[in-house]
């Protein structure tokens, strides 16, 4: 359970910090976000995530690109039974649910390859569409906890320092193999601490 949260989550981080080092405009917008309803007195906190959208719209859009788990974990059928109208599977069957060509479905999701969160603005999408943590009676029982732990550690980071890349070259987006979905290249960046820090030692 340890290994499952913590990779996921620093997956998930790492492709987040770098979609928004590609997208200097969407950072910031973030950035003004986080100011303007947390403030800058104190460090973001649980109850504060209600009171940012945007920035669930962020890790909403980093799990539909980049799911640390583009795989879900493979389940049996216990029956035999029909999925989506088509497909005859026999009881036995070992079925797996590729979540990343769910999540870049050009039928379910306009310009699916976009780095962009204001999709999901004024719109809930969850499964069938939406789907990092599974669904139904076998979903991640830690979903909860995890988009908590990293909505306040993307919050953070953006609150506490201000990001930049090595240079004007992209971050690049390569995705490496596995089990989780690593980037080929770890994430550089340069960062400087800003003032909130200062405010609240």
């Not at 379910?108 to 139904?136: H, N, V």
């Not at 988009?147 to 609150?159: D, E």
């Amino acid at each position: 359970m340890l290994l499952a949260g913590t990779d996921t989550s620093s997956v998930t981080l790492e492709w987040a910090m770098s979609a928004l080092l590609n997208h200097p405009k969407k950072l910031e917008k973030m950035r003004a976000e986080i100011d303007n309803l947390v403030g800058k007195d104190h460090l973001i906190n649980e109850s504060d995530l209600s009171k940012l959208p945007y920035l669930q719209n962020i890790i909403f859009e980093a799990y539909r690109l980049f799911p640390a788990a583009p795989l879900l974990i493979p389940h049996e059928a216990t029956d035999d039974c029909k999925i989506g109208g088509y497909y005859d599977i026999p009881k036995g069957t070992i079925l797996s649910v590729n979540v990343w060509a769910i999540h870049r479905d050009p039928m379910i999701w306009e310009e699916p390859t976009s780095f962009e969160p204001e999709r999901f603005e004024g719109a809930e999408f969850g499964p069938p569409k939406l789907m990092p943590f599974g669904m139904g009676r076998r979903s991640c029982p830690g979903n909860v906890l995890a988009h908590r732990i990293i909505s306040l550690a993307l919050g953070s980071l953006i609150q506490c320092f201000e990001w930049q890349r090595m240079d004007e070259a992209l971050v690049d987006l390569t995705e490496g193999s596995g089990a989780t979905l690593p980037k080929v290249a770890p994430l550089v960046a340069r960062c400087k601490a800003r003032d909130v820090l200062q405010k609240v030692r």
